[in-house]
């Protein structure tokens, strides 16, 4: 597929026409920061709102609600003849589409797929409405604190997987030969998310998703930042602890579980990085 990249003054057909196109039949990952800002906009809990509506641990939005007419089921929090229940809430990913983000070395890149605007086929309408540079698009629909919050989240994700390394190569794991450790993380790059899920079990995938940081917290770098500190916290308690190589295996599997399981609601490639932070190690003299 082509990628058509973007520059902030680009002038496209990017109006939202509110016909709902766009809630029909796509995939919407979700961070931590986007499940409890969609529950604060939903007055629920951030586990209630999980439980409910997402699918995949809470990394991404169940599109289960009634088809469209070409077939497409609807986002969940989608009403016909209305629109998105939870716009004000809504994830980085609505506020973009049909535009997609990437971040390479700490630049930011705007894009869309293929050679001509996605829009102009499944919402022909956009044509009769005023245009916008991408830059005001991207004002008009809020996205600078979405965005914030996603590039921390990448930065906390490297945080995790940084962790994962140190139980492997600053202990005596790595040392003693262990092959295990690193030849588990490139599997768990590539099995199902719902073994990756189990792998890592309730009590941590409750602490990586659906923090207990209370609903109130408006700034999402705040946000992520006493995230951070809540998992920092609960791996001293539960993870420093360890001083057998079982126990430092054990606990660089689920540090780098955790990391891959947010990558995913990141809307990042979990297989890709598996296979870069398995060579890092290798690099590093680890096995496996």
Not at 40 to 47: A, H, L, R
Not at 249 to 275: C, F, N, P, T, Y
Request: one cysteine or more; proline letters at 4%.
């Amino acid at each position: 597929m082509q990628i058509t990249k973007l520059s902030l003054d680009d002038v496209l057909p990017l109006t939202c026409s509110r016909a709902g196109v766009c809630c029909h039949g796509n995939v919407v990952m979700l961070n931590p920061w986007e499940v409890s800002a969609l529950a604060k906009e939903k007055k629920m809990t951030p586990s209630a709102f999980r439980d409910l509506y997402c699918e995949l641990g809470g990394a991404q939005l169940k599109f289960d609600g009634k088809p469209a007419a070409n077939g497409k089921k609807a986002c969940n929090q989608y009403i016909e003849n209305f629109g998105c229940s939870v716009h004000s809430g809504r994830p980085l990913a609505c506020r973009l589409y049909p535009i997609g983000r990437q971040v390479q070395n700490d630049t930011v890149h705007y894009m869309h797929q293929g050679a001509t605007f996605p829009c102009l086929t499944g919402c022909a309408e956009v044509l009769d409405l005023p245009k916008l540079t991408v830059g005001d698009y991207l004002q008009g629909q809020a996205t600078e604190k979405f965005e914030n919050a996603q590039d921390a989240y990448l930065e906390l994700m490297q945080n995790i997987a940084d962790m994962a390394f140190e139980f492997l190569l600053d202990t005596d794991l790595a040392a003693s030969g262990d092959k295990k450790t690193v030849a588990l993380w490139r599997k768990m790059g590539k099995e199902n998310p719902h073994q990756l899920i189990k792998r890592i079990g309730n009590e941590w995938l409750d602490a990586l998703v659906v923090p207990p940081l209370g609903m109130e917290i408006e700034d999402p770098l705040d946000f992520v930042a006493k995230h951070s500190l809540f998992l920092q916290e609960k791996i001293q308690e539960k993870l420093a602890i360890a001083a057998s190589l079982n126990a430092f295996h054990e606990a660089s599997v689920l540090l780098m579980a955790l990391a891959l399981q947010l990558a995913r609601g990141l809307g990042a490639d979990a297989k890709g990085l598996a296979e870069h932070w398995c060579d890092t190690a290798n690099n590093y003299g680890a096995l496996g």
